[in-house]
């Protein structure tokens, strides 16, 4: 059976048998993978806390060619992104990147920019005081390394540039459009949010969480993201109404 060693962050887990768990991982070297964890819910498991949800590791991982399902061998703690800085907040937000991420990678398809990213959002939503700005900012970079996020600069149907004066959102294909091709049809995405965009794409998640940030623009980022999202996994993900309510208050 091969042996992989590998990074990992740990996304979820559920119960498997009485003692055992299965968990997901998101690696640095092989993209989302499952692995069953034997004896990891005993209570004297030295396993079992490391493999909490949003667990930054190293994994030695079991999984036979063409197999669903490994089993992990060992893992040891690099860093806890709860532990020490547990919040309601927190807890949410990070819950939310990681379900967003299981989402979005495939089993066995490695992503080292992906995986980056999400380690260096976490070590900024660990640093920082939580805000919009840095989910924005991570939804929409996943989005482009996935190939989803179109080019905003430029009308999609006559290719006027549109970076400085908005431009209007295709709600059926996710695309954008200026004002006269799109004559008031579809979510308008102003100039404020269409200069967000840019930023997003030159800076670091540290540099954009920190930046001063027009809350109408941020505010506008967050339906193009989140349709964007919606058209790809068809459906929407189940965590985010959590986090809407523990940054903003209300649903």
């Known amino acids: ?39 990891a819910k005993r209570p004297k498991s030295r396993t079992g806390p490391v493999l909490e949800p949003l667990n930054h590791i190293r994994l030695t991982f079991f999984l036979r060619d063409g197999a669903e399902l490994g089993r992990v061998s060992e893992c040891d703690l690099i860093h806890s992104y709860l532990a020490r800085t547990a919040s309601v907040e927190r807890f949410y937000v990070f819950s939310y990147l990681a379900e967003l991420v299981s989402e979005l990678v495939q089993d066995n398809n490695p992503s080292p920019v992906l995986f980056r990213l999400l380690l260096a959002t976490l070590e900024t939503g660990t640093a920082e005081p939580l805000g919009e700005g840095l989910l924005r900012y991570f939804e929409l970079w996943a989005l482009r390394l996935q190939g989803l996020l179109p080019n905003y600069e430029y009308c999609s149907a006559c290719g006027t540039c549109v970076k400085e004066d908005g431009f209007f959102l295709v709600p059926e294909t996710g695309l954008g459009r200026c004002r006269s091709c799109a004559r008031g049809s579809g979510l308008l995405i102003r100039p404020g949010a269409a200069e967000l965009l840019t930023a997003i794409a ?48 209300s649903p």
């Open 1 to 39: 059976m091969p042996v992989h060693e590998t990074e990992a962050i740990v996304l979820r887990q559920y119960p498997f048998a009485e003692a055992d768990l299965v968990v997901v991982f998101f690696s640095r070297e092989y993209g989302r993978v499952r692995a069953l964890a034997r004896g």
């Open 202 to 249: 030159h800076q670091s998640p540290a540099q954009f969480a920190a930046g001063t940030r027009g809350f109408d623009a941020l505010r506008d980022l967050e339906p193009l993201a989140h349709r964007l999202l919606e058209l790809h996994l068809e459906k929407r993900l189940r965590s985010y109404p959590l986090v809407r309510k523990a940054l903003r208050g």
